[in-house]
């Protein structure tokens, strides 16, 4: 396992140095994906990198930039890897750095290890679901997951009782009307809490890293945007789990078990991070 976990990492890191190519240029060629999202020349040259170093382990891969495989033939993996070549794109284009490269191996619907990128921010997130998560500020194109082990900072795996406030991350660029709902259900059960606004699968990492204590996301989401953080997540010891309104509790949010991968539709559910 530790041959694929290096070459994910290597792979995030390279994927990176080509967003920072574009990112650094003039011209990030934005275009419309069918959803109206966006997509640049920085989420083309990183999924190719990444499809590069991945296909030669012989696990399929799901992409966002790939992402046309029909459920009859993703339903025959036991494993994949699951990718956001650029997650954040709308931070890539207001060049706010907090954009992330995002690759988890998935099995049997669980992510097994993930790692999380950003560039800009040459953040390092690295996780192991039941052994644990780290942290490194200097990455380069030769680590590899006994360096991040050795040289990393390990992410807590406790609260942060001892932060002044209450702290609950939000999406910088999705804060619904639903997610205004829920953080006032929260404030009427902790008080006084302060919210503080990420943007991409950073929001997940703030939570594994205990600079925020919970992140509430009622808005849609896809199955590679959450997934490599999920690991991180979990191997700090906390959990994701999806949300549902509870019976005979108009109006209340309800935990749901853990989120799952690799489901027909590769829309998430609504979840919380905690």
Known sequence: MMELYNK????????GKAILEV???DDFQVSEKNDKSPLTKADR??????????EKSGIPILSEEGRDIPFEE???????????PLDGTKEFI??????????????????????VYAPVLRH??????????????HPDEGFDLERVRITGTPLPDSGIDSLASYKVVASRSHLNHETEDYLEQIKSIKGEIEVVSKGSSLKLCMVATGEA???????????????????VVSGAGKHVYRLKVGENKEGVWEEDGELLYNKENLLNPYFIVT
């Open 94 to 115: 207001k060049r706010n750095g907090e954009f992330t490269v995002n690759i988890a191996l998935i099995k049997n619907g669980r992510p097994v290890f993930g790692v």
């Open 213 to 231: 204590e919970v992140y509430p996301r009622l808005g849609p989401t896809m199955e590679w945007d959450v997934a490599a953080a999920h690991a």
């Open 45 to 54: 040259a990183a999924h190719k990198v990444i499809v590069s170093h991945l």
């Open 23 to 25: 990112y650094q240029g």
């Open 74 to 84: 993703r339903s025959g993996w036991d494993r994949f890897w699951l990718v956001d």
């Open 124 to 137: 390092l997130f690295v996780g192991i679901p039941g052994e644990g998560a780290w942290l490194s500020d």
């Open 8 to 15: 994910a990492i290597k792979a995030a890191v390279a994927a």
